[in-house]
């Protein structure tokens, strides 16, 4: 209901430098919008070797705005939309690890690499534009002992990216891509309450396309092949979950959920410079489906909330576009969950702590094909994860708070023939070109991929308040 406008702005090394502005704007007693905005640039944090430029520069541009509107007392009407756009090198070349006892293959085509480091060489431009745009209208009805909601979100993304995979000052292979993304989405559902109990019911369906169109393959500095590439998806699902009071203390809840997905290839061909067409795919598809479930009981203790919780979902399978009829089957977890939530000390301090326990099935493993430089996706049978979590907050005064947070995990494939396994020094790579290939390899009792066994974080707020109103805020962190 009041005119609002904030800004700031940040300056770092490297030149670094990030503007930010939001602004909320009423227009009556039912109307009013938003709209916020960031501006962001850096210099790069190395340098590229072959050109003396700087590399891993930064650059983009965001902004959001929303519009709500009340047209009734039950009716709430949101409309929000963005655009974001980027234009830099970032990430786009890479340094060798010489710690993996990879000797790398450039080397011994002439090339230079580099170890270790933020510099880089390169015998391709480096590019990474990207232009994103979306925007969804929600709308929420009041209507008997509930609310009705409906989303409905779209959003667009095209990309041009041309990198250096190989990462040396002589020109080897590489790649550029046309990539384009279409994304379309609708929610329906109603949730409420009937004395004890609250519920949800609903649905979703969405569509979505993700093409290279088309992928370039240069050799030396000769374009090789003209790959199209394109995936759809359609997807939808019916859900539905209920809390029911036993007593003034114990409560449980109850769901279900209903998914359905299907992966096509619509499209796989690759043509050589002439037009000549070397690959022709038939397009295919495949149909999965899921029920998964959800049971959850919870105790109240009066300052704190003991809880048990079962739970087990489903992630889709998938196609590899570059590969003809090659689906991955889809992943699923069962999860199992016993976990302590309490407020102390008149609220000024509060500790969470959890112990879990999470098996799955299928579990889907990126990796890179050394001899094609493709990423590739691969199915984990069996793996499973257990831990414990815990979170402490004291808040002893209303300017000052203290947070540690504390992560113990353990992780296995338990059943698990990888066929992306890096074996460095002993294949290869190309002809009389030594260095990491990949191997078919037992990796069951090796840890899951990003998943560190201890995990530390802590943060110190503190705020200086003045008479006018306005406050000095500082705060420090470790991870």
């Given at each position: 209901k009041d005119f609002v406008a904030e800004g700031d702005f940040t300056y770092g090394n490297f030149d670094a430098k990030l503007g930010r502005v939001y602004i909320s704007v009423p227009l009556g007693d039912n109307l009013a919008f938003n709209v916020a905005g960031a501006i962001s640039s850096r210099d790069g944090?190395?340098?590229?070797?072959?050109?003396?430029?700087?590399?891993?520069?930064?650059?983009?541009?965001?902004?959001?705005?929303?519009?709500?509107?009340?047209?009734?007392?039950?009716?709430?009407?949101?409309?929000?939309?963005?655009?974001?756009?980027?234009?830099?090198?970032?990430?786009?070349?890479?340094?060798?690890?010489?710690?993996?006892?990879?000797?790398?293959?450039?080397?011994?085509?002439?090339?230079?690499?580099?170890?270790?480091?933020h510099d880089v060489y390169t015998a391709y431009p480096l590019i990474n534009r990207i232009r994103d745009y979306g925007g969804n209208l929600r709308l929420n009805l009041e209507a008997g002992p509930g609310t009705l909601t409906s989303i409905t979100?779209?959003?667009?993304?095209?990309?041009?990216?041309?990198?250096?995979?190989?990462?040396?000052?002589?020109?080897?292979?590489?790649?550029?891509?046309?990539?384009?993304?279409?994304?379309?989405?609708?929610?329906?559902?109603?949730s409420g309450d009937l004395g004890d109990a609250s519920f949800v019911v609903g649905g979703t369906y969405a569509k979505a396309s993700a093409r290279f169109d088309p992928l370039l393959v240069l050799l030396g500095t000769t374009p090789a092949t003209n790959s199209f590439q394109y995936v759809d998806t359609e997807a939808f699902a019916a859900y539905g979950e209920l809390t029911y009071k036993l007593s003034d203390r114990l409560s449980v809840t109850g769901g279900v959920r209903y998914s359905n997905e299907k992966?096509?290839?619509?499209?796989?061909?690759?043509?050589?410079?002439?037009?000549?067409?070397?690959?022709?795919?038939?397009?295919?598809?495949?149909?999965?489906?899921n029920v998964s479930f959800k049971a959850l009981a919870q105790y109240d203790l009066g300052d704190a909330m003991v809880y048990a919780k079962f739970e087990s979902g489903f992630k889709s399978g998938s196609v590899i576009a570059a590969e003809p009829g090659l689906y991955v089957e889809p992943e699923t977890i069962d999860s199992w969950e016993v976990g302590l939530k309490s407020e102390l000390l008149d609220r000024t301090l509060r500790f969470n702590v959890a112990g879990f326990?999470?098996?799955?099935?299928?579990?889907?493993?990126?990796?890179?094909?050394?001899?094609?430089?493709?990423?590739?996706?691969?199915?984990?049978?069996?793996?499973?994860?257990?831990?414990?979590?815990?979170?402490?907050?004291?808040a002893p005064s209303?300017?000052?708070?203290?947070?540690?947070?504390?992560?113990?995990?353990?992780?296995?494939?338990?059943?698990?023939?990888?066929?992306?396994?890096?074996?460095?020094?002993?294949?290869?790579?190309?002809?009389?070109?030594?260095?990491?290939?990949?191997?078919?390899?037992?990796?069951?009792?090796?840890?899951?991929?990003?998943?560190?066994?201890?995990?530390?974080?802590?943060?110190?707020?503190?705020?200086?308040?003045?008479?006018?109103?306005?406050?000095?805020?500082?705060s420090a962190s470790l991870y």
């Open positions: 944090y190395g340098t590229n070797l072959t050109t003396g430029e700087d590399y891993n520069r930064e650059n983009y541009k965001y902004i959001r705005g929303k519009l709500r509107w009340n047209p009734t007392d039950t009716l709430e009407v949101l409309l929000s939309g963005y655009y974001f756009r980027r234009n830099d090198d970032s990430n786009m070349a890479y340094t060798y690890d010489p710690r993996w006892g990879s000797i790398p293959a450039p080397t011994a085509l002439g090339g230079n690499v580099s170890l270790l480091s979100a779209f959003q667009r993304a095209k990309a041009f990216i041309g990198p250096d995979f190989v990462s040396t000052d002589v020109p080897i292979c590489d790649f550029q891509a046309d990539d384009t993304g279409r994304n379309f989405s609708q929610d329906l559902y109603y992966k096509t290839q619509d499209r796989l061909d690759t043509f050589l410079p002439d037009g000549t067409q070397i690959v022709s795919t038939p397009r295919s598809s495949r149909r999965w489906d326990y999470y098996t799955y099935k299928n579990v889907q493993v990126q990796y890179t094909d050394t001899t094609t430089g493709q990423a590739l996706v691969e199915s984990a049978d069996k793996a499973r994860i257990w831990g414990v979590e815990a979170q402490l907050t004291a209303d300017n000052f708070t203290f947070n540690l947070g504390f992560n113990y995990l353990n992780s296995r494939y338990v059943d698990f023939i990888s066929s992306g396994a890096f074996v460095p020094n002993t294949i290869l790579v190309g002809p009389g070109v030594p260095g990491n290939g990949n191997v078919t390899l037992d990796v069951a009792g090796n840890d899951l991929v990003r998943s560190p066994p201890i995990t530390i974080s802590t943060d110190v707020n503190w705020k200086v308040p003045f008479a006018d109103g306005s406050s000095l805020n500082s």
